[in-house]
């Protein structure tokens, strides 16, 4: 989760705080929905420069999605050292007060997405997309081209193989003999990661 806030002025009573919140991780997103957004309210992790019972507007991204303007206010603040205390991570607890038509919709649409990413299996190359793809939700095994096709008829359901732009030439030539088409998507995963999740989400829905 990527949390951006807008610098606060205390001097100035009347400024509105924002805090920029996009969702990338399934985990993080599942973890915050299940625990806080079902009952009306949000945790901001490492957001702990927020003054409790301060009203402030929050623009939650959904990746995939449309970008929602919610209000809220800050229910409290946990900061370093109370964290630690309790095992937990720093931030802010924020109730929501105010959410824009569609809202809840589209947190449903988005819920059902991810639990759809957990019916595929994604073959990576590389170990760092294999740990990104496992955090958005996908099953992952890793791969390499003296398996890929061995692992491409195992029985599971392959959604694609994830490797970089280089390698991707040699796995298509490879998975041409798989009688079951297979997608061969070469990306550079650092830089490459929301549209490699978007493609693959358009894949999910294709199947």
Do not use: W
């Not at 993080?28 to 901001?44: K, R």
């Not at 924020?94 to 819920?111: H, I, K, N, R, S």
């Not at 030439?169 to 009688?179: E, G, I, K, T, Y």
């Amino acid at each position: 989760m990527t949390v951006l806030m807008s610098p606060s002025d205390r001097k100035h009573e009347r400024l509105t705080t924002v805090l920029a919140i996009r969702f990338v991780s399934a985990t993080d997103f599942v973890m915050e929905y299940a625990e806080n957004l079902s009952v009306g309210g949000l945790f901001v992790r490492q957001a702990q420069n927020l003054e409790p019972l301060s009203e402030i507007t929050v623009h939650i991204d959904l990746a995939g999605y449309d970008s929602f303007e919610v209000k809220a206010r800050v229910a409290h603040v946990m900061d370093e050292e109370m964290a630690a205390r309790m095992g937990r991570s720093p931030g802010a607890g924020l109730q929501l007060t105010e959410v824009p038509p569609g809202f809840e919709d589209a947190l449903g649409g988005y819920l059902a997405r991810l639990g759809r990413r957990r019916d595929f299996l994604v073959l990576a190359e590389d170990q760092g997309c294999v740990a990104l793809l496992k955090e958005a939700g996908f099953l992952v095994e890793q791969t390499d081209p003296g398996v890929v096709t061995e692992q491409s008829l195992s029985g599971s359901d392959v959604l694609a193989v994830v490797v970089t732009k280089e390698s991707a030439p040699m796995f298509r030539d490879v998975l041409s003999a798989s009688p079951k088409p297979i997608p061969v998507i070469g990306c550079h995963f650092e830089v490459d990661e929301e549209p490699l999740l978007a493609e693959l989400d358009r894949l999910v829905v294709l199947r």
